[in-house]
């Protein structure tokens, strides 16, 4: 008989049994217990245990070691339980298989075949058989019975050797394969039944864990809101529950949330007393600014008339004066004045700036002209110091205004030669892509750093000691400053202590017309500015009229106008030059008033009125306000009038230069313009 294919070998009866289940074949080895994990896994681990809250970790951390556990159980208890059933069906089939080798002793030893296939197939008879077969000693299949179920399954095998007659050597072996159904219906029903339980038992601890985790959390959520609302600036407080750890922790929350609120109030009390303190001290700057500003109007206006008055009259003194020891004790009287010029002239400019009476008339214009005008009034005084002016000529045009900028100029060279005692002063331009870049050089004592800073703030000097000529009040590079902002830039300083400082200016670029443009006038609310002519100016024929409530005033204008040729009226209020103007026969060329006159009136509303009167003035006579006061809301007013003014002291020289410029803007305005030629 042929053997069956799959089924000739015999199995081992010590080593058979349940084949167990392991892993496929070409499937890697599991690591070595112990072994670390990847990092990055570790990470990845630890960063999705951290997105959970702390409900579903407790959950977890309680869920997955049952589980771990129960399984394990399971697992060990399931192994005895299936390896008991294996046990049995072996011990069924070594049962059979003696059976069956004590029937086959004699067919065996006679080669009975079909008594030993007849044997087999009674052997597949009995319950779980599958399959009987008798060899021989030499291992030849002599018989072979087995079910014709082609669906079975796996089965145990065992061999039992047939023992000769009289204990001779066996003479071969039976093979029995018992069914192992009953072994896998036994596993289906145990996994079935393990499942069960363990899903009802990890349905208790989840709910057991979320219940305990429910009651541990919340008091937790609740306290976590109340430190969300105490970073938002409210109050909070939690109610004490919960466990031990958990009371403490709560405990500790309210006090510290109590004194967080008191240290917030305390902080809001003194937050609210520094602002109050702050307000009443911004008061106080405020009063005492204002108080500054109409103590440098007062001080300036009650100072100006009697030093315009001693500038008068001593020009008046050198008129037809030809002693030299009485000359020269004049030009100290004259020189003295004008210290005091400047000196008022700093305090004007400071005035105007705080009241806002200045703004930037905006034009573009060739940079030379001013550069012009600089060298014209500061090198005679470069020269008396044994210094160099240098002024570098320019084809550079800027969109500025020219008044301002020749102010700054002018006091940035005025400064840098009171503090040169050697070299000169540099004033030049360049471009820089759409600006134009200005700077004033000197070598002169030089900033050291630690008043580079200060040296813009008004009233202050680093140490008048050091500079030559007269003592100023520390205002002109303030309000170079102050200019500078006006015309949208500022004044960057760089200066090295022995060699020398430079400023620097920013300004905006400007294309040249094709055609020339006229140099723009002076604006009203600037003092008028007049270069000195070669000769003296001479007013023959002119007839002004002279208001001013200070009778030493109206006493030196009549001496100084009347000794240039004109003839003077004098009055010293509005009812005088009233009655002048109803004595005249025709109005005068020029009025020349003060602003402030006697009972609160002015020289503005005393133009008006002579503008009024039936014989009294009009477009053809020339206007000009001569004025000590500097007070914002005065500046103000004398701004919008339109008027020419002149702030006093002012020399004879520059009043009889602005009278006849007025009298020369009256003809031309008379004239009109030129006709077009057809």
Known sequence: MSAVPGHSQPMPTAIDGVPRPGLPHGTPAAPARGAAAPPRQRRGTWLSMARLSLGQQMVLLAVLPATLAMMGAIGVLMRQYLDGMTDLVRANAQTVGLQMATAAQAPLAQMDRRALLRLAQSGIAQPHVQQVQVWSDDGEILANAETQDRARGAGLRVVVPVTGTEGRTPGGQVMVEMSLDAVASARRAVWLNVLLALGASLLGVALAAGWAARRISAPIRRLARAVDRLGAGEEAHVVIEGAAEVRRLQHGFNATAHALAEGRRLLQSRIEAATAELARKNAQLEVASQAKTRLLAAASHDLR??????????????????????????????????????????????????????????????????????????????????????????????????????????????????????????????????????????????????????????????????????????????????????????????????????????????????????????????????????????????????????????????????????????????????????????????????????????????????????????????????????????????????????????????????????????????????????
């Open 305 to 678: 008339q009697p030093l315009h008055a001693l500038t008068l009259f001593a020009d008046g003194l050198a008129n037809g004066e030809t002693d030299a020891g009485k000359l020269q004790r004049i030009a100290h009287i004259r020189e003295c004045v004008d210290s005091l010029d400047r000196l008022f002239l700093e305090l004007l400019n400071l005035s105007q700036l705080d009241a806002g009476v200045l703004q930037p008339q905006w034009a573009d214009f060739p940079l030379d002209g001013v550069f012009d005008e600089i060298s014209r009034n500061f090198r005679p005084v470069a020269e008396q110091q044994e210094l160099r002016l240098v002024v570098r000529k320019t084809e550079l045009w800027v969109r500025c205004d020219q008044v301002m900028l020749t102010r700054v100029l002018s006091n940035l060279v005025s400064n840098s030669l009171r503090h040169t005692t050697g070299g000169g002063v540099l004033v030049a331009a360049r471009r820089r892509g759409r600006s134009v870049r200005v700077e004033v050089w000197d070598t002169g004592i030089g900033i050291a750093p630690e008043h580079q800073s200060r040296v813009f703030e008004e009233f202050y000097q680093v140490d008048p000691q050091q500079s030559r000529g007269t003592r100023g009040m520390g205002l002109g590079l303030a309000t170079v400053q102050r200019l500078a902002r006006l015309l949208n830039t500022r004044a960057e300083l760089h200066s090295v202590p022995g060699r020398g400082t430079r400023v620097r200016l920013l300004l905006r670029a400007a294309h040249p017309p094709a055609h020339a443009l006229a140099r723009p006038a002076a604006t009203l609310t600037q003092p008028l500015t007049l270069s000195a002519p070669s000769g003296d100016v001479r007013l023959d024929g002119l007839r002004i009229l002279v208001i001013d409530d200070e009778a030493g005033i109206l006493e030196g204008l009549q001496v100084v106008l009347g000794a240039s040729g004109a003839t003077v009226m004098a009055a010293q209020g509005r009812e005088e030059a009233m009655a002048l103007a109803d004595a005249w026969e025709a109005p005068p060329d020029v009025v020349v008033s003060d602003l402030l006159l006697r009972a609160g009136d002015n020289g503005l509303a005393v133009l008006e009125a002579l503008r009024r009167h039936p014989r009294g003035i009009g477009e053809n006579t020339a206007c000009l306000l001569v004025t000590g006061e500097t007070k914002p809301e005065r500046l103000r007013e004398v701004a919008s009038a339109g008027v020419a003014v002149l702030y006093k002291p002012v020399s004879p020289r520059l009043l009889r230069q602005a009278i006849q410029a007025q009298v020369a803007a009256r003809d031309a305005a008379r004239a009109g313009p030129p006709a077009r030629a057809v």
